[in-house]
């Protein structure tokens, strides 16, 4: 167990939907980092924040958001949803290396 | 950018010592880092090399060359439960006091008996 939790384990929608992903990073971590791993690709860094603050973006569609909140939780929002984003998605948190929540799966249909 | 080349698959036998290689290019390097990821879950952390040389964990060691962009992982005395991807990541700094881990695409290992 990481100490990192997300939820929910597992989403089904449709496309053109929005969904929310929620993570709780470690006790006394303040940075959140949300990746997004796809059956033929690796991990995809999506966006870094830290103490609520973005840090820094990767390659993350202006459909997708995040926010971290003052208990330092974060929400991955992806919104007109397409196929496409059926993917697995991890949250880390980290004070040096990253350790990560058990991801969601989010199935588009 | 940054780019991370390791292994697509690799098998090797129970009991046996496997290397994974990485090679990496990057600017702003600040450590390598190993995970293990079985399928469908979540990457756990393995190894972290800032500085040139060899960590051992038990049975798992991680070498780092920075000047030759070269990192590998070894595994020994192989184990069934060591079937797994073997990630690959490269921290560096991207700005604005952070750092990012850009990840290879993995090395998918099979142990077998």
């Known amino acids: 167990d990481s100490g990192v939790t997300q939820t929910p384990k597992h989403l089904i929608t449709a496309t053109g939907q929005r969904v929310t992903l929620r993570c709780s990073p470690r006790?006394?971590?303040?940075?959140v980092y949300w990746y997004q791993q796809s059956l033929d690709q690796g991990l995809q860094f999506l966006i870094h924040?830290?103490?609520?603050?973005?840090?820094a973006k990767g390659n993350i569609l202006e459909r997708f958001s995040a926010q971290q909140f003052p208990d330092l939780h974060s929400e991955l929002n992806l919104s007109s949803l397409e196929l496409g984003d059926s993917a697995l998605y991890f949250c880390?948190?980290?004070?040096?290396?990253?350790?990560f929540g058990p991801g969601t799966r989010l199935t588009v249909l | 950018g940054q780019n991370i080349d390791q292994p697509t698959e690799m098998t090797a036998t129970e009991g046996a010592i496997v290397q994974i290689n990485c090679t990496y290019q990057?600017?702003?390097?600040?450590?390598l880092f190993w995970y293990q990821q079985h399928a469908g879950e979540a990457p756990t952390f393995l190894s972290y090399?800032?500085?040139?040389g060899l960590e051992e964990k038990g049975r798992f060691s991680s070498f780092l060359s920075r000047s030759k962009g070269y990192s590998y992982l070894l595994l020994k005395e192989l184990q069934m439960k060591d079937s797994a991807s073997y990630l690959c990541?490269?921290?560096?700094?991207?700005?604005?006091?952070?750092?990012?881990?850009?990840f290879g695409k993995g090395t998918k290992l099979s142990v077998i008996p």
């Open positions: 880390a948190s980290s004070n040096n290396e990253q350790f």
């Open positions: 006790s006394g971590d303040l940075s």
């Open positions: 924040y830290y103490n609520g603050e973005e840090r």
């Open positions: 990057t600017s702003g390097f600040n450590g």
């Open positions: 090399n800032v500085l040139d």
């Open positions: 990541a490269v921290r560096a700094y991207s700005g604005a006091g952070s750092y990012q881990l850009t």
